[in-house]
């Protein structure tokens, strides 16, 4: 039987980003359910999954300080924050980010002085910093189970002078390097093709294009992606 998969130029190319263009030539982390990822509709997502647990669970949490004078409160705002990088430091299960545009940047102690800080516009006198924290994600968690390990970071939090810490966004997931599971994704789709072809027999070919699109994901669990690559799957009599 001849089996015909018409594979785009580009098939073998490094990028891959949530619903946009993304330069994938670098590690990054990718934040999967942050507000810059479409919602796919059910009709968009082709059939061919390829299941994988999500790489950390993250929340965005917020420091916020209402000493009255400017200079004392920044100084208790940054010392809050190196505090709480140091803790994250000595830790294997917890890490403090920031995020840009979409992607996660780690956050170190020595970073804390360059951050730009931030006031609240409804409170006079008060400063504020956001700031990621994330967990990884073992095999044996539950949102639940993993959510704890943050909670419990930040109700720990030493502070400084007037600072509070509290999580201040909802729980989400990131994925590192979607790029990396662009194989499996290709391999998964070769399969389905072979056995479509096999399917309609010797009278028509298989062919398949839109591999050259990024590598994509939705959330089908808590802790839990389906990544997938668009393409579309024709079947075509033989000539």
């Known amino acids: 039987m001849k089996l015909l998969i018409a594979v785009a130029a580009a098939l073998l190319g490094l990028s891959a980003a949530p619903a946009a263009a993304q330069d994938q030539t670098q590690v990054e982390e990718i934040v999967v359910t942050g507000s810059r990822v479409r919602e796919w509709d059910v009709n968009e997502v082709p059939a061919v999954k390829v299941p994988h647990r999500a790489d950390n669970l993250i929340v965005a949490v917020r420091v916020v300080n209402d000493t009255r004078e400017a200079a004392l409160r920044r100084t208790e705002l940054v010392q809050t924050l190196r505090s709480m990088a140091r803790a994250a430091e000595g830790r294997p299960d917890i890490a403090l980010s920031i995020e840009d545009d979409g992607a996660l940047v780690p956050l170190t102690e020595d970073m804390v002085s360059t951050l730009t800080l931030g006031a609240d516009g409804s409170r006079a006198d008060t400063g504020t910093a956001s700031l990621v924290v994330k967990t990884p994600i073992r095999a044996d968690d539950t949102l639940d189970s993993a959510s704890a390990r943050i909670e419990q970071f930040v109700a720990r939090a ?82």
């Open 158 to 239: 030493d502070k400084t002078g007037r600072s509070l810490v509290d999580v201040a966004g909802d729980w989400e997931l990131s994925i590192v390097n979607p790029a990396q599971y662009r194989g499996a994704i290709l391999a998964a789709i070769a399969e389905d093709a072979r056995r479509t072809a096999a399917t309609f027999g010797s009278g028509y070919a298989v062919e398949v294009s839109g591999l050259s699109n990024p590598v994509t994901w939705k959330q089908s669990g808590p802790l839990d992606l389906a990544m997938f690559i668009p393409f579309a799957l024709t079947v075509t009599p033989q000539p």
